[in-house]
């Protein structure tokens, strides 16, 4: 079994990253750091590292720190990593600069200022273990176990600007402003975090809904401060948050650039009425027992489920992630890391499968060919792959460089790949003609390497137009659908006869004619929706 998760595993230990922001803490600071070291008591946490970061404090901390550095060393629990700012930069880009040195597998945010028990670090450390957590808020508002009680109207503007973060999330959080917010490090680090004060707050908490992560609260003690014994956060923040709730809601910057192109991915996701376009398009050929290859987040899987037994893949582990998250209701769904090119990594299902989606996925191989052997290797005796590919060499542009592309089919590269491999294909279709000259002009002409937001709000809102018009448009597909399955011993005997025997006439009235060719004319005469093979 592949399974590249770095959580779904029986191990209940965790090391733990500590991200410690400071600013202007001379005489709490070290008092605070001191307290955190009670956590290397903790069974199950295996490793404690400590990242603090002097936010170019002017009080005389940063002295303080070095001191505190000098009487603390590390031990074979704890480590420490003191870092500094020359100036001041806000809280946000402090922890992004603690987030940067982090290497534990959870990164959990404490501020230096005696507010928070870091006793409460632990529990919130179980949700992780027991439940499978991707992060885990700490929420003073959800019945904590003791809670000092004042400034009430700054209580009702925490709880004002937490509703409308949760209307914009759909979450329902009780506490988006706390200081304890644990998340896995790698999926923390796999966001781009922008805000450099108090915005950071609602970003994380928007972006974690956004990236779809499994996210708990856990009751947590809280000792405020009134302004007058320190308190940094004010009215100005809260006008900030605003115009943060806003622009982190519309925005879909939720994955750091990779080699995936992930953020075109997310991007597309926007349009759910596209992806039950294609769902739509392949579900007739779909059996009880699926493979899909490069599932990305799962889009298209939830339109294509229940079934049987449902294998969701990919080689991007930040996708396994959120597909294995789907898996938590649905028996029948499992995750698996599988690369395409690579037959040692296919998940095996007895029998075989009856159905392999693969969309989007080979033209990205170096050896496709070899990519369609394994494909058909892994299919029962009957199965079917359903195979989409991008059409026409003459629209390869940046789009497909951002994308990583190494080519763009046609009908008859697609047909001769089929054809090498020994699959027959049994119904052939062009999808998505309008696409096309979206693609054009923005790969070709204006040399774009992704979408616009607009763009994509429009291709879901003008989807049910695309859908009907895609019949009719003389103009070829951005991609072609292949249903293939493998060839019969009679149509193999039939091809090697005719291929061997020179006299036959090669007008086209009695040569073999490629699968290509034949689903094809069935494709025609069917006015795009094929019968055979369903």
């Given at each position: 079994m592949n399974d590249h998760s770095e959580f779904r595993t029986v191990n209940r230990h965790r090391s733990l990253s500590i991200?410690?922001?400071?600013?202007?803490?001379?005489?709490?600071?070290?008092?605070?750091?001191?307290?955190?070291?009670?956590?290397?008591?903790?069974?199950?946490?295996?490793?404690?590292?400590?990242?603090?970061?002097?936010?170019?404090?002017?009080?005389?901390?940063?002295?303080?720190?070095?001191e505190f550095a000098n009487s603390h060393r590390n031990n074979d629990?704890?480590?420490?990593?003191?870092?500094?700012?020359d100036k001041n930069a806000g809280k946000g880009k402090a922890i992004r600069t603690a987030l940067a040195h982090a290497t534990g597998e959870v990164s959990i945010i404490h501020d230096a200022?005696?507010?928070?028990?870091?006793?409460?670090?632990?529990?919130?450390?179980?949700?992780?273990?027991?439940?499978?957590?991707?992060?885990?808020?700490?929420?003073?508002?959800?019945?904590?176990?003791?809670?000092r009680v004042l400034m009430y109207r700054h209580q009702l503007a925490n709880q004002f600007l937490t509703f409308l973060c949760n209307l914009i999330s759909n979450l329902n959080l009780t506490d988006v402003w706390t200081c304890y917010k644990a998340v896995r490090t790698s999926l923390l680090k796999s966001i781009p975090l922008v805000s450099n004060d108090f915005r950071l707050e609602p970003e994380i908490a928007i972006k974690l809904a956004k990236r779809e992560a499994r996210l708990f609260e856990v009751p947590i003690s809280y000792f405020g401060r009134t302004y007058a014994e320190g308190k940094k956060i004010n009215w100005k923040d809260g006008l900030l948050a605003l115009s943060a709730l806003l622009r982190f809601g519309l925005s879909d910057d939720i994955y750091c650039a990779d080699e995936h192109g992930s953020q075109i991915l997310a991007r597309l996701a926007r349009a759910p009425r596209f992806n039950r376009w294609m769902a739509d398009v392949i579900r007739p050929f779909c059996g009880a027992k699926v493979l899909e290859?490069?599932?990305?987040?799962?889009?298209?899987?939830?339109?294509?489920?229940?079934?049987?037994?449902?294998?969701?893949?990919?080689?991007?582990?930040?996708?396994?992630?959120?597909?294995?998250?789907?898996?938590?209701?649905?028996?029948?769904?499992?995750?698996?890391f599988c690369d395409v090119s690579n037959l040692g990594s296919f998940p095996i299902s007895d029998g075989g499968y009856d159905t392999v989606i693969c969309l989007n996925v080979i033209e990205h191989v170096a050896d496709d060919r070899g990519s369609l052997m394994n494909i058909k290797s892994v299919l029962a005796g009957d199965g079917r792959a359903i195979i989409l590919v991008p059409q026409g060499p003459w629209n390869f542009g940046t789009l497909d460089e951002a994308l990583g592309h190494r080519r763009r089919y046609t009908f008859d590269t697609l047909?001769?790949?089929?054809?090498?491999?020994?699959?027959?294909?049994?119904?052939?279709?062009?999808?998505?003609?309008?696409?096309?000259?979206?693609?054009f002009l923005n790969g070709k002409i204006l040399k774009r390497r992704s979408f616009g937001i607009a763009q994509v709000w429009v291709?879901?809102?003008?989807?049910?137009?695309?859908?009907?018009?895609?019949?009719?448009?003389?103009?070829?597909?951005?991609s072609l659908i292949?249903?293939?399955?493998?060839?019969?011993?009679?149509?193999?005997?039939?091809?090697?006869?005719?291929a061997?025997?020179?006299?036959?006439?090669?007008?086209?009235?009695?040569?073999?004619?490629?699968?290509?060719?034949?689903?094809?004319?069935?494709?025609?005469?069917?006015?795009?929706?094929?019968t055979r093979g369903r």
């Open positions: 991200l410690v922001p400071i600013y202007n803490e001379r005489f709490l600071a070290p008092l605070s750091l001191a307290r955190l070291e009670t956590l290397q008591d903790d069974e199950n946490l295996s490793r404690i590292e400590i990242v603090v970061v002097d936010d170019g404090s002017t009080d005389g901390t940063g002295e303080a720190l070095t629990v704890v480590t420490w990593k003191f870092l500094r700012h200022d005696l507010e928070y028990d870091p006793s409460d670090i632990s529990r919130i450390m179980k949700a992780f273990i027991d439940h499978d957590a991707d992060a885990v808020f700490g929420s003073r508002f959800a019945g904590a176990a003791i809670r290859i490069g599932s990305g987040v799962g889009n298209l899987s939830r339109a294509l489920l229940p079934r049987v037994e449902y294998v969701v893949s990919d080689i991007n582990t930040l996708y396994l992630e959120t597909l294995e998250s789907l898996s938590g209701e649905r028996p029948y769904l499992k995750a698996r047909s001769a790949l089929a054809d090498e491999c020994g699959v027959e294909i049994v119904s052939l279709q062009q999808f998505n003609r309008i696409g096309t000259i979206a693609w291709l879901n809102l003008i989807t049910p137009i695309m859908r009907w018009l895609d019949r009719w448009l003389p103009i070829p597909g951005l292949a249903v293939i399955q493998r060839r019969t011993e009679s149509e193999r005997t039939t091809k090697n006869s005719l061997g025997d020179a006299s036959l006439p090669c007008n086209g009235t009695h040569s073999y004619a490629s699968s290509a060719e034949r689903a094809i004319e069935t494709y025609e005469r069917t006015d795009g929706s094929s």
